[in-house]
Every structure is written in structure tokens, then in C-alpha cells.
């Protein structure tokens, strides 16, 4: 049986990596993304999953949208919570709108999604849903309280969920990956991306592909007893 995925942010960096992955595992994948037409053709083109663009943050967009993967596609078993924004600041300069922003992408859109699949994921006995959070949740970053605050309320938020999942077979992981060569990560200077890479003990930046293996590894129908974790995919730059 071909089981539904649904990645949020899929079209592009780890979430592409994720959504080709999931593919490759026979899953059908939608990937959803929030404007870049661009990338998200070329992503289609290349790997024929379909792309759908809505915005993850906003309920109602969300809610349209799941609605049409019920009708064209089916009822989603699998949920990569992934689409993730970053508007860095440090607190002096960051706008009440950056603030927002940030946390309805990240955060909000966890809600979102989650609300409009796990009844129906509690219904058919069987859910799998896997939040993208980050070491900048875990341990904090310079000029990142929104993105910080996103990330560790992601945390907190598969915890809890996992607790009402449990009982109907519905498995909640996030995985938090440390610094991942992507665009996100390209937009931060070099010269702070040397000395991030000089704190890794495994040397170098994780690929999208160290994070699809983990989400493909929570999201089998026989990873059945995990839940409630995060696992820390960051080549050992944060332990704990
Ligand atoms: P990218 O910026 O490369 O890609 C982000 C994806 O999310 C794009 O597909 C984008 O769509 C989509 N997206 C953004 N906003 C929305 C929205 N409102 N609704 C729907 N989709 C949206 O990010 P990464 O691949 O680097 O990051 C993926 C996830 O991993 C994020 O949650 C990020 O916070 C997290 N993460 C990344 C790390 C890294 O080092 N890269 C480290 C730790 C965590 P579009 O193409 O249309 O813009």
C-alpha cells in the first residue's frame, strides 16, 4: 500500500531531500511550497511529485488545501512538518512582524497541519508525523529569539502530541538538525559559517540527505514504538 505523505516546505532544500526520499520508500508524496514557482516546477519536472502551493502558516489556506489532497490524492498518513522561514534579529531590532511571521511559519503551521490530519489519522489507527525543529531551538542562537522560540515551541508541541497519539497508533517525532547546507544556510557570512563549521566534531555542514534518512527511518509503518522523540541530526555539534 502506497500510504499519503504530505512535506510542508518540500519543494526545496532538506524538504526536497525529504519528499525524493519518501518517494523512494513507495510513499506519495505531495510537496507544498509558499511562492517560489520557480523551484517548485523544476522540482515537479524533475522527480513528477506533485507541488502544491499554500501558505503553511495560515489555517484556512491549510484547510483548503488538505481538503483537495482528500479528493485528488486521499487521506494523509504521513506528515513532514517541515516549511520553515527565518527573519534574524536580535531583540532591539526585531519588529513585531518579523516576530509573527517566524512563528506562524514554523510553529503556527505545525498546528495547522496536524489539526486538519489527526482525526483522520486516529480514525484509520496509523499516523506518522515527523516536525522539523533545530539546534538553534535546542540550545538558543545570537539574534534568533523568534526562530529559537519556533523551534523549541515545535519541541514541546511533538511531546505533547505524542501523548494523545499513542493510543491510536499515531507516532510524534521532530528531528532537530544542526547547520545543513541549504539556502537558508547560505545566507549566513562566510566568516560566521567558518567558525559554526569549526564547532562540528564531524567537520563539516550536514547534506539534506542526513535529514531524509531520518525521517524516512521515523516515518516506517514498523517504527511503531518511537514516539515523543527528538532525534538531533548534527554531526555532534549540540549533545545532550
Ligand atoms: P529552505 O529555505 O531551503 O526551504 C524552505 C522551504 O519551505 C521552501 O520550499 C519554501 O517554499 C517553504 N516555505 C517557506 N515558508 C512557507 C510557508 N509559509 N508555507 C509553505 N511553505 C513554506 O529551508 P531549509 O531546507 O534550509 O529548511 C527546512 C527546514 O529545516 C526549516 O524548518 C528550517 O527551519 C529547518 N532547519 C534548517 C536548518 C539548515 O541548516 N538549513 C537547520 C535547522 C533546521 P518556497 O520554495 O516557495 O519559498
Request: proline share 1%; with cysteine; aromatic share 6%.
Amino acid at each position: 500500500m502506497s500510504r499519503v505523505a504530505l512535506v510542508t516546505g518540500g519543494t526545496r532544500g532538506i524538504g526536497a531531500e525529504i519528499s525524493r526520499a519518501l518517494k523512494e520508500a513507495g510513499r506519495t508524496v505531495i510537496a507544498s511550497y509558499a511562492g517560489n514557482d520557480e523551484a517548485a516546477r523544476a522540482f515537479n519536472a524533475e522527480t513528477g511529485i506533485k507541488a502544491m502551493k499554500f501558505d503553511a502558516g495560515d489555517f484556512e489556506a491549510c484547510k483548503a488545501a488538505i481538503d483537495q489532497i482528500h479528493n485528488e490524492v486521499g487521506k494523509i498518513e504521513i506528515l513532514v512538518n517541515n516549511a520553515g522561514i527565518t527573519r534574524d534579529a536580535t531583540l532591539t531590532r526585531l519588529t513585531r512582524d518579523m516576530w509573527d511571521a517566524v512563528i506562524d511559519t514554523n510553529l503556527g503551521s505545525c498546528f495547522n497541519l496536524c489539526k486538519l490530519t489527526f482525526d483522520d489519522m486516529r480514525e484509520a489507527k496509523f499516523g506518522r508525523i515527523v516536525n522539523i525543529g533545530s539546534i538553534n531551538g535546542q540550545a538558543g542562537q545570537y539574534g534568533q529569539v523568534n526562530y529559537a522560540a519556533a523551534k523549541s515551541g515545535i519541541h514541546g508541541f511533538t511531546k505533547a502530541l505524542a501523548q494523545e497519539g499513542a493510543r491510536y497508533g499515531i507516532t510524534v517525532n521532530a528531528i532537530a538538525p544542526g547547520y545543513v547546507d541549504t539556502e537558508m544556510v547560505r545566507a549566513v557570512p562566510a566568516d560566521v559559517l567558518q567558525k559554526i563549521i569549526a564547532r562540528i566534531p564531524m567537520g563539516r555542514l550536514g547534506h539534506a540527505d542526513d535529514i531524509a534518512r531520518g525521517v524516512v527511518f521515523l516515518t516506517a509503518d514498523d517504527a511503531d514504538f518511537i514516539t515523543g522523540s527528538t532525534v538531533s541530526i548534527n554531526g555532534g555539534q549540540h549533545m545532550y
